[in-house]
């Protein structure tokens, strides 16, 4: 079965990094558009970045130039690079998997179909 495993989360002060990882296993890892997202207390849960087969990222407006996507092919693994956080990025970060081949038109949560247990990071002021 299709599983996700998040790590990598922590405590840091603002303008700190962090590297999330997610092991993925159960499925083609290779062919499947791959998702970070995350969520704060009582808001929904937010595109943060997704990566296609082909390795090509996209980003939320609020995290580019900070965020960076990768995945390891190899490793099944997918990674999330965190640099000059800030105290509105502390949520709870999910990784997903979204549609084969192709990722969906915008980050929308409702199109990736599994989902981690999710992974918390907090930034502090």
């Known amino acids: 079965q299709v599983q996700l495993v998040e790590s990598g989360g922590g405590s840091v002060q603002a303008g700190g990094s962090l590297r999330l990882s997610c092991a993925a296993s159960g499925f083609s890892f290779s062919s499947a558009c791959m998702g970070w997202f995350r969520q704060a207390p009582g808001q929904e849960r937010e595109g943060v970045a997704d990566i296609n087969r082909f390795g090509r990222p996209r980003y939320a407006d609020s995290v580019k130039g900070r965020f960076t996507i990768s995945k390891d092919t190899a490793k099944n693994t997918l990674y999330l690079e965190m640099n000059s956080l800030k105290p509105e990025d502390s949520a709870i970060y999910y990784c997903?998997?979204?549609?084969?081949?192709?990722?969906?038109?915008?980050?929308?949560?409702?199109?990736?179909?599994?989902w981690g247990q999710g992974t918390q990071v907090t930034v502090s002021s």
């Open positions: 997903a998997r979204g549609p084969v081949y192709m990722c969906p038109r915008s980050l929308d949560p409702s199109e990736f179909t599994s």
